[in-house]
C-alpha cells in the first residue's frame, strides 16, 4: 500500500503548474513580413521551429519534474508490502520510565534511559500518518497529557530531552494519564507504549492492574525492558524509632524495614546505625530475592561520646547499608522516641495551570505510603475548612499567597487545640498579609518585603542554633554552613520577641529559619524558585526537622506545667486572670477544654479557662498546678485512672444539674415541649416548622451547649444545632461532646471545596458528613451541630445514604465478591492493603473494609457466602484488635451511582449532558461506574436528586439556631461567592447544572 509519511505537504504539487504557466505566457506571435532575400531560406524553417519547439516542450517537462519530485522528498512517499496488515491510524501513548534507576548501566554498560530513548525514538519514526502521539515519563506531573502531535521533529525533540531523574517513578500514575489521553481521542485505535527496566519499586502491583484495565478496554499494550535483569538493588523502607530490649532482655535494639529489589539474593548486607559521627550499632543481614523484612539492630549508647545524655530526650540516628548500584535508598534518618508516623496536611497552589512542586511531600513520605514515619495529605486552602486536631498533627503552608478568613479561624483553632503549623513563604506568599494578620498571636515575627541576593551571587546560610531539634538530622556546628547550594532570595524578616528564636541565618543576620512553640517558619522557598535547596542534601533532614519541632512543641507535658493549646504566650498559671463567675461567662468550648488527661495517669487541669459546676453554683476550674479533681493522691502517689474517669463523668453531671436548677430551665424546657412536632424530612427549603420560634437571651458561649444538653436529658425529642460559622460549630460539638459523650454528637461540615470547582473534598469531610447522615436515621438519633454553611449546598436524599450502608454480623449470607463489588460501587477505593478510611481490599476469604466513623478498620472472614468472624485491626501492624459481633458499614462518599448497570444506563439517558466529547468521556466514566472528579457537581445530570440536608432531620426536631442574624449572613455571602465563581466554571465547563440544582438559595 502506498502512502506518505508526511501528508501535509501534499498540498504543493499545484506548483508544478507554474513552468507551463511561464511557458503559455512566453509565446509571442510575431508578424511576418516577407523579403525576397531570404525567400531561399523558407525550406529550412519547418524543420527548425520543429527543433525548437521540442527543445521547449523537453525544458518544460523538466522543470515540472523537478517542482513534484522536491514535494514528494518532502511528503516521503512509502511502500508497504502486500502481505503487510494494513491498519487505520491509532492514538499511541508512550509512557518512558525516568526514575532513579533507569541511571544504572545496563549489559552494555551504557545508561539505561539510553536504551530508552532510542526505543521511544523508534517508535516515532514507525508511525504513520493520521496517528496522535503523547509521551509521558514515570516522574512528570499528574496532568492531562497535552503534547498530543503528530509532528515527528517536535516528538523526536521531546524523546531525546528525556533523562533520569533523583525522583521515585510511578509507572501507575503514568499509565492513568495515557489511559485518559486514549480516552479523548477521536481514533479508534488505541496504543500505549510501556518502556522501562521494570524494577519492583516502580511496576508495582496497581500499574499491573492498570495495564490490565487498558487492554481489557481495547488497547493494545506493548511492554518493552531495556534490560533483561533488574538492578541489584537494596534498600531501607523504614525504620521503627521505638527502642526495645535485646535478646533475653540484655542491651537495646532498634527495626529496620530492608528489601532486596533484585533478582538474586543479597548475602550479608552490612547495616550500621550511627549517631553523629560515632558507630553506636548494626549487624549483618541476608535478604533473597524479592524479600523485605524487619531485621534487628542491637544498639550500644556507650559507643557515642554525650549519647547516654541524649537517649533520655530524642536520638537522632542515620542508619546505612552498603552502597549499590542506586545509592539513594540506602541510607535513611529517624529520631529516636520520636512518634511512629505524623500526619501532616499539606497545603499548595496550583498556578498558571502547573501542579504545585512535589519536594515537600517528597522529602517527608518519598515512598508515598507513609513509610517514612510521615503519613502526607496534601489539599489547597479550602482543606483548611475541614481541619482537626483529631486528623492531622501538623499543618505545612507552602508558598501560599493568604487564607480566607474561615480558613485562618480554622488554623487557629486547630493550633489551640495543639496542632503544629509549618509555614514556607515563597515569591508568591503575600508578606503583609503574613506579618499583620496570620503571624500576630501566632509567632513573634515581623515581615519587611524580600532580600534578593546580588546579580550572579547567592546567600550562604549557616547555623545558629546547631543543637536546635530542627537540625538534629545535620552535624552542624555554630557558624557552620547549613549546605552549599544556592540561596537567590528570602523574606525579609525579624524576630520582635524572646518568644521567637533564629535557628538558620545568612551570613548577614537575616532569619532563615525560625522557631516558635508549635510553629517553625521557613523564610525561603521549598520549591526551586529561589535557588536549588531542594536538590540538596540538607533539604530532607531540614524539611522534616522543621515538621518534628512544630509536632514536639504542640505535644502535652502536663508534668512541667505546660499543657497543649494552653493560655496566651507569656502568661503562668498564677498571673492569668481568673474568669468571671456565671452561664455567660463561660468562653465558648470552654466546658470541653477545661481539663485534660495526663498521659501518666495524672487528672491536671487545663491551661484553657473554664467552668466547674458543683451544688447549684458556678466556680472557676483551679489553676494549673493547684491539684486535681476527685480523691486526691497522697505526696508521689497519683490518683486511680478508673477513679479519675469516674470524676470527669460527674464533672459533667454536675454542670448539667447544676443548668436544670437554673431559674429559666424549667421554662425553657415547657416552651420546648409544648412546641408543635415538625413534619419529617421538611420541604427542600427545611422541615416545616411545627410551632412558633422560642427566643432565648442572656446565653453566651458554651452556657448554650450546656443548656441544650440539659434539655436533650430531659425532653424526648430530637435537636439540632445551626451554628454561624465554623469555628462556633466545633465549639458546639466540643461542649456537647464532653456533657453527653461523644456517640451523641454528630457534625455535619461543610464540602471543603471551591464552588463548581473538580476538587475533592478531604477525607475526614466526607467521614463526618457521611456518618452524621447515616446515623441520623437511626431510631435514637444524636444531636446534629451544623454550620451555617452546609445549608446552602444541597445534599442526596437520606434514603440513598441509608439503602447503600451494609449491616454485617456473623451469620450473614453475602458472597465475598458480592460484597467487594457494593463496596466499591459504595465509592471505595479497592486497593492491596487498606491504610486508609474509603478503601476496601480482598484476599481469597477475607476482605477488609475501612469506612467512616470506624475507629479501626474491619476484617471480614467469610467461609463460602457466609461471614464466618469479624475483627478489628491495627492499620500499621495489620494485628487484631478486637473481635467484635456486628459492624454496619457506611458508604465512603455522598453521591452514589445505582449499582445496577441498567439503571446508570436509564439515568444517563435521561440526563442533561450534552453530546461533546466531554460528555462522552462522562457517560463512558459513568457506565464504568468510575467516581471521577468533579462527579459531584453532575449528580442532577445522573438522575440523583438533591435537597437540603435539613432533610435528614428526623420529625419533630427542635432546632436551636445561634445567632440567626449571623446565620442568614453567613448564607448570603456563600451565595455571592457562589454567583463571582459560576461564569468561569461554566466556560471551562459548559455542561454544569443550574445553580437552583445544586445551591439552596438563602
Known amino acids: ?77 512509502s511502500v508497504q508490502p502486500k502481505d503487510a496488515a494494513a491498519r487505520a491510524a491509532a492514538a499511541v501513548a508512550v509512557v518512558i ?57 517536535r516528538l523526536t525533540r521531546t524523546v531525546r530531552q528525556i533523562s533520569a531523574t533523583w525522583l521515585p517513578g510511578n509507572v501507575e500514575q503514568a499509565l492513568e494519564r495515557a489511559r485518559r489521553f486514549l480516552g479523548r481521542s477521536s481514533l479508534r485505535a488505541h496504543e500505549v507504549y510501556v518502556i522501562s527496566d521494570f524494577q519492583a519499586t516502580n511496576f508495582t502491583k496497581g500499574a499491573r492492574e492498570k495495564v490490565a484495565l487498558l487492554s481489557r478496554a481495547g488497547a493494545r499494550v506493548v511492554l518493552l525492558p531495556v534490560v533483561s535483569s533488574r538492578v541489584p538493588n537494596h534498600a531501607i523502607e523504614d525504620l521503627d524509632p521505638a527502642l526495645r530490649a535485646g535478646p533475653q532482655g540484655k542491651g537495646l535494639e532498634m527495626r529496620a524495614r530492608l528489601v532486596n529489589h533484585a533478582d538474586a539474593p543479597s548475602e550479608r548486607l552490612s547495616v550500621r546505625a550511627r549517631l553523629g559521627d560515632a558507630l553506636i550499632g548494626g549487624g549483618d543481614v541476608t535478604l533473597q530475592a524479592d524479600e523485605s523484612r ?63 512542586s512535589r519536594f515537600t511531600a517528597l522529602a517527608l513520605d518519598p515512598a508515598q505510603d507513609g513509610s517514612g514515619g510521615y503519613v502526607v495529605e496534601t489539599g489547597t486552602p479550602a482543606s483548611l475548612l475541614g481541619l482537626g486536631r483529631s486528623r492531622y498533627d501538623v499543618v505545612l503552608l507552602e508558598d501560599i499567597a493568604s487564607l480566607s478568613s474561615d480558613a485562618e479561624g480554622r488554623l487557629r483553632s486547630f493550633l489551640r487545640e495543639g496542632g503544629g503549623l509549618v509555614i514556607g513563604l515563597g515569591p508568591h506568599a503575600d508578606l503583609d498579609y ?67 528564636e533564629a535557628i538558620v541565618t545568612t551570613t548577614g543576620g537575616l532569619p532563615v529559619v525560625v522557631a516558635a512553640q508549635q510553629v517553625s517558619i521557613f523564610l525561603g522557598s521549598f520549591s526551586d524558585d529561589w535557588g536549588d535547596l531542594p536538590y540538596s542534601g540538607a533539604f530532607v533532614p531540614l524539611v522534616r526537622g ?23 504566650r507569656g502568661e503562668s498559671g498564677s498571673d492569668r486572670k481568673r474568669p468571671e463567675t456565671g452561664l455567660d461567662g463561660i468562653p465558648a468550648g470552654g466546658i470541653a477544654r477545661s481539663a485534660a488527661f495526663d498521659p501518666h495517669g495524672a487528672f491536671a487541669p487545663h491551661a484553657s479557662s473554664g467552668h466547674a459546676a458543683g451544688a447549684g453554683a458556678l466556680a472557676p476550674l483551679p489553676r494549673p498546678g493547684g491539684g486535681c479533681f476527685g480523691r486526691r493522691a497522697g505526696p508521689g502517689q497519683r490518683p486511680h485512672r478508673s477513679a479519675l474517669i469516674r470524676t470527669a463523668d460527674s464533672l459533667a453531671e454536675q454542670l448539667l ?76 460539638r466540643d461542649d456537647l461532646e464532653f456533657l453527653l459523650g461523644p456517640d451523641r454528637v454528630v457534625y455535619l461540615p461543610p464540602h471543603d471545596v471551591v464552588p463548581w470547582s473538580s476538587q475533592v473534598a478531604t477525607g475526614p469531610v466526607r467521614d463526618y458528613r457521611v456518618t452524621a447522615m447515616l446515623r441520623l436515621g437511626d431510631p435514637d438519633p444524636p444531636i446534629v451541630v451544623i454550620p451555617a454553611v452546609s445549608l446552602y449546598r444541597l445534599a442526596p436524599a437520606p434514603g440513598t445514604i441509608r439503602s447503600r450502608a451494609v449491616s454485617l454480623q456473623r451469620g450473614t449470607e453475602i458472597a465475598p465478591e458480592i460484597l467487594a463489588h457494593r463496596m466499591v460501587m459504595a465509592g471505595y477505593r479497592s486497593v492491596g492493603e487498606v491504610g486508609e478510611v474509603g478503601e476496601v481490599s480482598r484476599r481469597g476469604g477475607l476482605l477488609d473494609v475501612f469506612g467512616p466513623g470506624m475507629h479501626y478498620p474491619v476484617r471480614i472472614e467469610f467461609d463460602g457466602d457466609q461471614v464466618a468472624s469479624l475483627r478489628t485491626f491495627d492499620v500499621s501492624t495489620q494485628r487484631s484488635v478486637a473481635a467484635i459481633d456486628r ?37 463512558e466514566l459513568v457506565r464504568e461506574g468510575v467516581y471521577f472528579e468533579g462527579v459531584d457537581w453532575l449528580a442532577p445530570h445522573l438522575g440523583i436528586g438533591l435537597g437540603s440536608v435539613l432533610q435528614y432531620l428526623p420529625a419533630g426536631t427542635a432546632i436551636w439556631v445561634d445567632e440567626p442574624e449571623a446565620v442568614g449572613r453567613e448564607l448570603e455571602s456563600a451565595e455571592r461567592e457562589s454567583e463571582r465563581i459560576e461564569p468561569d466554571a461554566r466556560e471551562r465547563s459548559p455542561h454544569l447544572p443550574g445553580r437552583e440544582e445544586l445551591f439552596d438559595p438563602p
Open 887 to 923: 459492624t454496619r458499614i457506611a458508604p465512603a462518599r455522598e453521591i452514589l451511582f445505582p449499582e445496577d448497570l441498567d439503571a446508570r444506563l436509564r439515568a444517563l439517558d435521561r440526563g442533561g449532558l450534552s453530546g461533546d466529547l466531554e460528555g462522552a468521556r462522562v457517560r
Open 294 to 356: 524487619w531485621a534487628s539492630l542491637p544498639i550500644d549508647w556507650r559507643a557515642g561520646a554525650g549519647a547516654a545524655a541524649e537517649i533520655k530526650g530524642k536520638a537522632p540516628v542515620v542508619v546505612e547499608s552498603d552502597v549499590d548500584a542506586l545509592a539513594g535508598d540506602d541510607r535513611r534518618f529517624a529520631v529516636l522516641g520520636a512518634p511512629r508516623r505524623l500526619r501532616v496536611l499539606r497545603i499548595v497552589e496550583s498556578r498558571a495551570g502547573e501542579p504545585a
Open 1 to 77: 500500500m502506498f502512502s506518505f509519511l508526511n501528508p501535509g505537504f501534499l498540498w504543493a504539487p499545484p506548483l508544478a503548474g507554474i513552468p507551463i504557466l511561464i511557458h503559455f505566457l512566453s509565446k509571442r506571435r510575431l508578424p511576418e513580413i516577407r523579403f525576397p532575400t531570404v525567400m531561399f531560406l523558407r525550406a529550412l524553417e519547418p524543420r527548425e521551429i520543429r527543433r525548437l519547439r521540442l527543445r521547449e516542450i523537453l525544458l518544460l517537462i523538466l522543470r515540472t519534474l523537478a517542482i513534484l519530485l522536491l514535494v514528494c522528498a518532502f511528503a516521503r512517499p
Open 97 to 153: 520510565d525516568d526514575s532513579e534507576s533507569m541511571g544504572a548501566m545496563d549489559e552494555q554498560g551504557r545508561p539505561r534511559i539510553e536504551g530508552a530513548r532510542e526505543r521511544g525514538l523508534a517508535i516515532v519514526d514507525a508511525a504513520r500518518g493520521g496517528d496522535e502521539i503523547a509521551i509521558t515519563t514515570t516522574t512528570g506531573p499528574d496532568a492531562p497529557l497535552a503534547n498530543r502531535s503528530g509532528d515527528r521533529v
Open 546 to 568: 522543621l515538621v518534628d519541632h512544630a509536632a514536639r512543641a504542640a505535644s502535652l507535658d502536663l508534668r512541667g506545667g505546660r499543657a497543649r493549646g494552653g493560655g496566651r
Open 434 to 500: 503574613y506579618g499583620h494578620k496570620l503571624f500576630p498571636g501566632v509567632v513573634d515575627l515581623a515581615l519587611e518585603g524580600t532580600e534578593r541576593a546580588s546579580e550572579g551571587q547567592a546567600f550562604e546560610i549557616r547555623a545558629r542554633a546547631p543543637a536546635h531539634p530542627i537540625l538534629e538530622g545535620l552535624s552542624l556546628a555554630v557558624g557552620s554552613p547549613l549546605t552549599q547550594s544556592r540561596l537567590t532570595a528570602v523574606s525579609k524578616g525579624r524576630i520582635t520577641s524572646s518568644r521567637a
Open 657 to 732: 444539674r447544676g443548668a436544670e436548677r437554673h431559674p429559666g430551665f424549667e421554662a425553657l424546657k415547657a416552651r420546648v415541649e409544648d412546641a408543635g412536632a415538625a413534619p419529617g424530612g421538611g420541604s427542600r427549603s427545611g422541615p416545616a416548622a411545627g410551632g412558633a420560634p422560642v427566643p432565648i437571651r442572656g446565653v453566651a458561649g458554651s452556657a448554650g451547649a450546656l443548656f441544650l444538653a440539659a434539655l436533650a436529658r430531659s425532653v424526648k425529642r430530637p435537636f439540632a444545632v445551626i451554628a454561624p460559622d465554623l469555628d462556633r460549630a466545633e465549639a458546639w
